[in-house]
T-cell receptor, first 114, second 112 residues
Framework: EAGVAQSPRYKIIEKRQSVAFWCNPI?????LYWYQQILGQGPKLLIQ????????DSQLPKDRFSAERLKGVDSTLKIQPAKLEDSAVYLC????????????FGPGTRLTVL | KQEVTQIPAALSVPEGENLVLNCSFT??????LQWFRQDPGKGLTSLLL?????REQTSGRLNASLDKSSGRSTLYIAASQPGDSATYLC???????????FGGGTRVLVKP
C-alpha cells in the first residue's frame, strides 16, 4: 500500500514570495491533516479536512495561509506572502476517519524562507 | 488549553541500556495518548496508542504507561539498539475526532 506522498521535499524562497505544497493521502482515507513543525518543536495542526470539508482550521493563519481539498482526495497548502517565521517542515497526514484512527504521515516538505 | 511537555529534549545512552522517556500534560481530561517516532527527514510513525481507560500498552520492546491523574506518560524501550536512535514524540487527543496536541519531542541517540 502506497503511503502519503508530498511534494516538493525541499523549497527555498525569499520572504514575501508565494509557495504551494501538495499532498496525496493514502487511497480511501477520508481525513487529511496539514501540520507545521518548527525546528525543535512538535507538529502543530494547521487544518483538518473530512473529505472536502474543513473540520478544524483554528490554528491556520488565514491572512497568509490557505488550503483546499476540492475533490476530497489530494490537497494543496499555500502561503502568500511568506515570512521568515514560516520556515518549518510541513507535514501531511491522513486517516480513514477522524475518530481515533491512526494518522499516517508523509515525509514532509522542508521550507526555508530567506 | 492543553500543553504537552517532554523532558529532556535530548538523551544519549550506550547500547543495551533501557530507555525511559517522559511526557507530561496539563489537562488530564484526555481521550487517548499516542507515542510517535520521527527519523530525520521523515514523517512520524505511530508506536503505541493508549486509551484513557488503559494504564499501559506494550509492543515488543516498547511499553508505554499512562497516569491520567498526574498528567504523565512514560515510554520504556528495553535493551536499546543503535536503530532506536530517533526523536520520540507524545501527543494527546481531547476527544474522538479532535486534533492531536504534540510535545516537543525527545531526541535519542543510542551509541554502539
Amino acid at each position: 500500500e502506497a503511503g502519503v506522498a508530498q511534494s516538493p521535499r525541499y523549497k527555498i524562497i525569499e520572504k514575501r514570495q508565494s509557495v504551494a505544497f501538495w499532498c496525496n493521502p493514502i487511497s480511501g482515507h477520508a481525513t487529511l491533516y496539514w501540520y507545521q513543525q518548527i525546528l525543535g518543536q512538535g507538529p502543530k495542526l494547521l487544518i483538518q479536512f473530512q473529505n472536502n470539508g474543513v473540520v478544524d482550521d483554528s490554528q491556520l493563519p488565514k491572512d497568509r495561509f490557505s488550503a483546499e481539498r476540492l475533490k476530497g482526495v489530494d490537497s494543496t497548502l499555500k502561503i502568500q506572502p511568506a515570512k521568515l517565521e514560516d520556515s518549518a517542515v510541513y507535514l501531511c497526514a491522513s486517516s480513514q476517519n477522524s475518530g481515533t484512527d491512526t494518522q499516517y504521515f508523509g515525509p514532509g516538505t522542508r521550507l526555508t524562507v530567506l | 488549553k492543553q500543553e504537552v511537555t517532554q523532558i529532556p529534549a535530548a538523551l544519549s545512552v550506550p547500547e543495551g541500556e533501557n530507555l525511559v522517556l517522559n511526557c507530561s500534560f496539563t489537562d488530564s481530561a484526555i481521550y487517548n495518548l499516542q507515542w510517535f517516532r520521527q527519523d530525520p527527514g521523515k514523517g512520524l510513525t505511530s508506536l503505541l496508542l493508549i486509551q484513557s481507560s488503559q494504564r499501559e500498552q506494550t509492543s515488543g520492546r516498547l511499553n508505554a504507561s499512562l497516569d491520567k491523574s498526574s498528567g504523565r506518560s512514560t515510554l520504556y524501550i528495553a535493551a536499546s539498539q543503535p536503530g532506536d536512535s530517533a526523536t520520540y514524540l507524545c501527543a494527546t487527543r481531547k476527544a474522538a475526532g479532535n486534533k492531536l496536541t504534540f510535545g516537543g519531542g525527545t531526541r535519542v541517540l543510542v551509541k554502539p
